[in-house]
């Protein structure tokens, strides 16, 4: 494991230790080999794109990350501890959020609401409590809203927040499944083709965010 202290950009950027590293990851689907022996490591504080044409095996190497695919060699590394398989959840609830490369929202659900089901690992009432909507419940639900709110200031909809996003444009939808994601505070952030479908308007202003949110280390 490479768990060397990180280094100092040329422009003053601080990057941490690695927080994630896959080492000689290879996924096969039946006789198809989709990633073959791939090792890389992911650093606290930088963007690492993976690139390729498609069909690469790009979308399932971060399915590989996030758990949704169990590969058949190589081992993953979290936080300098080897992961066993795990599920989807599992991963969520250490750190880990994504977007997906189809949008995957609650269409009959506004903004906020869709945005509030990324808190749904971080909350920790009974059931009891939430029936009711009293205590730990209801302390939960304004804490919560809080961070919620701060991630639509940060992505600028907040003049959409109320609106069903069903009603949304596709570019509006992807700004608005990055906010699910930011919402978990995860300390990992995996973009599945984040700019796909959008116009240069779109995709200058998700650069932007990105740029912004890597600026901040995650703190919005």
Do not use: H
């Amino acid at each position: 494991m490479n768990n060397s202290d990180g280094y100092v950009t040329d422009d003053g950027r601080t990057i941490g230790g690695v927080v994630m590293e896959m080492k000689n990851i290879t996924l096969r689907f039946g006789g198809v080999t989709a990633i073959k022996d791939i090792t890389f490591d992911i650093r606290e504080g930088e963007i690492r794109a993976i690139i390729g044409p498609n069909g690469a095996g790009k979308s399932s190497m971060l399915n590989v990350v996030s758990g949704f695919y169990v590969p058949q060699e190589g081992e993953v590394f979290f936080r300098g501890v080897k992961r066993p398989p795990v599920k989807p959840f599992e991963v969520a609830r250490q750190g880990i959020a994504r977007t997906f490369q189809n949008i995957a929202l609650f269409e009959g659900m506004s903004v906020l609401d869709n945005v509030m089901t990324g808190r749904l690992t971080q909350m920790t009432a009974g059931i009891l409590s939430q029936a009711i909507w009293r205590g730990k419940a209801e302390q939960e639900e304004v804490e919560n809203r809080e961070i919620c709110e701060r991630v639509i200031d940060f992505l600028e909809i907040q003049s959409i927040r109320k609106t069903p996003v069903s009603r949304l444009p596709y570019g509006l939808k992807k700004r608005v499944e990055l906010a699910r994601a930011l919402a978990s505070e995860p300390k990992l952030l995996l973009l599945d083709e984040p700019m796909a479908g959008m116009n240069v308007e779109e995709k200058e202003d998700m650069s932007r965010f990105i740029w912004m949110l890597m600026m901040s280390l995650g703190q919005l």
